[in-house]
C-alpha cells in the first residue's frame, strides 16, 4: 500500500507557494522535422533540437489571504519575468527558469473570495555567450590556419602599400616645387634633381618588396 501519510511535496514558482494545486501537466515537443523520400513508405524523423518545456498548472485559492495571493500571482503575470520553478513533475528535467505564458482566474459569484486559476509555464533556457571575433575578421575558425595562410602576411603588406603611398606623395610634391622653380630665369636644377633620384631608387625598392609580399600572399594560398 502507498503511504498516504507522506507530506505531498508544494509546487513553488519563483517564492510564490503553489500550495493547493490540483493538476500539473508537463509537456515537450522534441523537436522533429518529418522528411518524406520518394520511393520510401512513411516519413523519416529529422532531429532538430527541443522545444522548450512546458508546464500546464491548474489550482486554487481561498482562505484569509487569498486576494493577497491572486494579486501576487497576477503580478507576477503581468511582468512576465523569469522564474524559477520547482515541483515533482520536473524533478527529472533540466528546467532552470520559467516564464509566465498565459494565466487565468475564474471566480464564481456564488463562491467569493474562491478563486480557480490556471497557469501555462514555458521554460525560458540562458542564452549561449555571445560570439566573439578574432583574427581576420572571425575567419580563422572556418579553416583558414588549417590550409597554412598566414595572416601576418597581410599586415606586412599594407605596411609596405602605405611606404609606397607615402614615397609617391613626396615625389609629387617635388615635382611640383621643381616646376615652380624651372620658371625661374637663369637657374640650374640639374643638381636638384638627385633627390628626385634618390626618391625614386626608394619607390623602386618598395615596389619590389611589395611583389615579394603579393607572392607570398599567393603561396599561402
Known amino acids: 500500500m502507498p503511504n498516504t501519510d507522506a507530506t505531498r511535496p508544494i509546487p513553488m514558482l519563483g517564492d510564490i507557494s503553489l500550495a493547493y494545486t490540483q493538476r500539473i501537466e508537463q509537456s515537450v515537443n522534441a523537436g522533429f522535422l518529418a522528411v518524406q523520400i520518394p520511393g520510401l513508405a512513411g516519413q523519416v524523423m529529422q532531429k532538430t533540437e527541443r522545444h522548450s518545456h512546458q508546464v ?11 486576494s493577497d495571493a491572486l494579486k501576487t500571482l497576477q503580478t507576477a503575470a503581468t511582468e512576465g519575468e523569469e522564474l ?31 478563486y480557480q ?11 549561449p555567450p555571445p560570439a566573439e571575433l578574432s583574427g581576420f575578421g572571425g575567419l580563422d575558425d572556418f579553416g583558414l590556419g588549417d590550409l597554412g595562410f598566414d595572416t601576418d602576411i597581410l599586415g606586412d603588406l599594407m605596411d609596405q602599400v602605405g611606404d609606397i603611398t607615402d614615397a609617391i606623395d613626396q615625389a609629387g610634391q617635388l615635382l611640383d616645387q621643381l616646376g615652380a622653380l624651372s620658371n625661374l630665369d637663369g637657374l640650374s636644377v640639374g643638381g636638384l634633381l638627385e633627390p628626385m633620384d634618390s626618391l ?11 611583389g615579394d609580399a603579393l607572392d607570398n600572399l599567393l603561396d599561402g594560398f
Open 56 to 66: 500546464n498548472i491548474q489550482g486554487i485559492i481561498f482562505g484569509e489571504d487569498a
Open 84 to 114: 524559477t520553478f520547482t515541483a515533482s513533475i520536473t524533478d527529472a528535467l533540466d528546467i532552470q527558469q520559467v516564464i509566465i505564458d498565459r494565466f487565468k482566474v475564474v471566480e464564481d459569484a456564488a463562491r467569493p473570495g474562491f
Open 200 to 210: 625614386a631608387d626608394g619607390v623602386s625598392a618598395l615596389g619590389g618588396q611589395l
Open 117 to 127: 486559476y490556471s497557469l501555462a509555464l514555458m521554460e525560458s533556457p540562458p542564452l
